[in-house]
Nanobody, 115 residues
Framework: VQLVESGGGLVQAGGSLRLSCAASGSTFSINAMGWYRQAPGKQRELVATITTSGGSTNYANSVKGRFTISRDNAKNTMYLQMNSLKPEDTAVYVC?????????WGQGTQVTVSS
């Protein structure tokens, strides 16, 4: 499974961005997907996850009500709509796909929120 993120950039506080993660390869084997982020000097943290069917989602408390995760299985693409962005959302956002117990990761896309 290969993952490629896009959509990052620089935005002012209060603004919005939509990240995309395009999956290729053995996408039929993916059980769940998610977004993680890592800020400078901090550990990688979970942002949101979504099951294959898209029926179940999970969010970090820090992003609930502001971020929405979704996926388009026909396009093998997952999205993260980020609204009301805050400077503390600044990080490299990384796409994840889980196949049974194996995790696949993208290269990441930088999101910078200015105050």
């Amino acid at each position: 499974v290969q993952l490629v993120e896009s959509g990052g950039g620089l935005v002012q506080a209060g603004g919005s961005l939509r990240l995309s993660c395009a999956a290729s390869g053995s996408t039929f084997s993916i059980n769940a997907m998610g977004w993680y982020r890592q800020a400078p000097g901090k550990q990688r943290e979970l942002v949101a996850t979504i099951t294959t069917s898209g029926g179940s989602t999970n969010y970090a408390n820090s992003v609930k009500g502001r971020f929405t995760i979704s996926r388009d299985n026909a396009k093998n693409t997952m999205y993260l709509q980020m609204n009301s962005l805050k400077p503390e959302d600044t990080a490299v956002y990384v796409c994840n796909a889980r196949v049974v117990v194996v995790n696949y990761w993208g290269q990441g896309t930088q999101v910078t929120v200015s105050s």
